[in-house]
């Protein structure tokens, strides 16, 4: 768990990952203020130079902080968001909307993950909260198709930031005594991005923890992640 952070209320099974590292301190949250606040005034939708090293953190700031949301894709000239119909096996991830994350590092995950060579993914963010009012910090779930995963299917991408507005949040569900906080929001509007950060496959800090599934047991896997089953083998 993280360092200075609550530590989650309940023990999720290993393949669930932790955000890495330390919480930025001041002087680095400063930092990522004037960093963004200098690309604002240069111009219209501008694309944040961030050091790479940085560009999760910089990107959660942004979520944690900012009150913005984030959307990872491949495609680097993106104007506006549509709805578009979504498939999901929940009914929230099942509407006709633009879909964000609350969350910089699950964003980066749609970024960098080339869809056009991987057939399905299977993924989780989740914040645990208890009756007393511990919350975890985000925990993760990151997998693609099993028969992909030896071909190392990444892409440079691009993290589109947007305005908070128009978008509602998931509601919460239950696990047992505990509330599951889901980091995902869906706008029935068209969206404009406010801004773009470039990234990369070595950005990403879960590149080498990225699990792989098989495709047509994919329901199975999903099940496990609502239970807190093992991962199925």
Known sequence: MRPGREESPVELPDYWLSRPGVEPGPDVRASFDRTWDRAIASGDRP???VEPALRWQFLCHLADARGFVLHGSGDPGIDVFEPRQAVDLSAFGNQKAVYAAGDGIWAMFFAIVDRERVESVTNACVRLADAAGNVSPPQYVF??????LPNRPWRSGTVYVLPGDSFTLQPPLRFGEFEVRIPQLASLVAVR???RVAVEP???P???DI???DDHRRAEYARALETGAPWPE
């Open 47 to 49: 694309l944040v130079e």
């Open 143 to 148: 997998s693609i198709s099993r028969s992909q």
């Open 193 to 195: 991005p406010v801004a």
């Open 202 to 204: 070595a950005d990403f």
């Open 206 to 208: 879960f590149l080498s």
């Open 211 to 213: 699990r792989g599934h």
